[in-house]
């Protein structure tokens, strides 16, 4: 990882501003990530999908081999 910084005109100054980015980094990497709320899909969703698959499942069933009769 680098960090760079000019935002002033000496070295010294910029080095500490480096170090406080690295600080910063460090400190929101240490914060535990926000707990996943668990959510249901949506009445419209679940009827979309099952309407889906019903007429995936219609085009598959015409599929196969032609009768010669």
Known sequence: MVIASS?????????????EKLRAALAAAADPPRPRRPTRPT????????????????KKKTRGKVNPD
């Open 7 to 19: 935002r002033f005109r000496d070295q010294g100054r910029n080095v500490a501003d480096c170090l």
């Open 43 to 58: 009445r419209g969703s679940q009827e979309k999908r099952l309407h889906d698959k019903r007429a995936r499942s219609d």
